[in-house]
């Protein structure tokens, strides 16, 4: 599992994600497999995902790619930030 103090997480934690901006990030890296509107494919639907998983889980399960066939993600904090903010409006 990721750590608070890892500076990736860090640097992901202190920026204001824009969800808006997260939603296009989402739309071209995940909604393949999760559905364009996060409504669940091949991935599950991730409605409601944050309330299931904490920010780290879900920094974790986009970064750490250990459960195929969901790949391993390295966006950059900025668009981390951004992904994560469009995940918790789920
Ligand atoms: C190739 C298909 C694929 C792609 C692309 C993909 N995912 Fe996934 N994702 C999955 C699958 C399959 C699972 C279920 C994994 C498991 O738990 O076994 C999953 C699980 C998840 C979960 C956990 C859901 C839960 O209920 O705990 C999150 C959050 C998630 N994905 C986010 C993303 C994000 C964000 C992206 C884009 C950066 C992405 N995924 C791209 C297939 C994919």
Known sequence: MVQASDPYVKAVLSQNGNP???H???QINCAGCHGLEADGR???SLQGVSKRKSPY???H???SGETPPMPKFQ???REMADLL???ETL
């Open 85 to 87: 903010s469009y995940l």
């Open 42 to 44: 091949v991935g599950p």
């Open 20 to 22: 808006v901006q997260g």
């Open 75 to 77: 966006p950059s904090p």
């Open 61 to 63: 399960q986009v970064i």
């Open 57 to 59: 889980g879900l920094i």
């Open 24 to 26: 296009a990030i989402f």
